[in-house]
């Protein structure tokens, strides 16, 4: 069985230019959840959805970052623009209703912005 | 203070030997933690659940000491295989995991 697809799985970009990471979850899964993983601040939730509909975007640091799930299949991350400080390893995890613990990690997009 | 707190590591041990670290947290209402591992450059993967009266599975015991608020992670006999950061996640409210930073072990021949 797939697991949870991420891409692209390296991106480097210049400072300002929009980034868009992709993730596909496991079929089936109802929960998605986007986190953002640095040396300094660890693994960060960044946007939780169930059933396509975003739940808590608390995580999420500003503006200048989105998601969106358009189907049950399909979310993105968007950063627009792009900064140094957004350089990170970006997770995308999912997890069936009621098991929301048993999060299942993508490989994950490391992300440098020069 | 953070919500998790792992001492970072890294913890260096040898093949077979025993070793164990907590994993502490802020919040008293928490109820449901989990271990997560991490090999270098990959993704986590859960590893076990902690229920209150302990979880064992195979080498890996994990325990939640309430009153302490602490979660303990100890593994028997070590493996080279076993190195890798360990994070502690604690779930919050039904549906989202706070996660440590986790802790790094060396196991070395």
């Known amino acids: 069985d797939a697991g949870v697809i991420q891409s692209p799985r390296h991106e480097v970009t210049e400072m300002g230019q929009e980034v868009t990471l992709r993730c596909k979850p496991i079929s089936g899964h109802n929960s998605l959840f986007w986190y953002r993983q640095t040396m300094m601040r660890g693994l960060e939730l960044l946007i939780y959805f169930n059933n396509n509909v975003p739940i808590d975007d608390s995580g999420m640091p500003e503006d200048r970052f989105s998601a969106k799930m358009p189907n049950a299949s399909f979310s993105t991350l968007k950063i627009q623009p792009s900064e140094p400080r957004d350089s990170a390893v970006y997770f995308c995890?999912?997890?069936?209703?009621?098991?929301?613990?048993?999060?299942?990690f993508g490989p994950g997009t490391r992300l440098t912005v020069t | 203070r953070k919500e998790v707190e792992q001492d970072p590591g890294p913890f260096n041990v040898p093949e077979g030997a025993t070793v164990a670290f907590n994993c502490t947290y802020s919040?008293?209402?928490?109820?449901?933690f989990f271990w997560y591992r991490q090999d270098c450059r990959k993704e986590p993967k859960l590893l076990m659940s902690v229920y209150s009266s302990g979880n064992e599975d195979g080498r890996f015991t994990a325990q939640l000491n309430r009153a302490s608020q602490y979660i303990s992670l100890l593994i028997r006999d070590s493996k080279l295989s076993d190195s890798a950061t360990y994070l502690c996640?604690?779930?919050?409210?039904?549906?989202?995991?706070?996660f440590g930073k986790g802790t790094m072990l060396l196991v070395s021949p």
């Open positions: 996640a604690r779930l919050a409210g039904y549906s989202t995991l706070t």
């Open positions: 919040n008293s209402a928490s109820q449901s």
């Open positions: 995890a999912s997890s069936s209703s009621g098991r929301e613990y048993e999060q299942y």
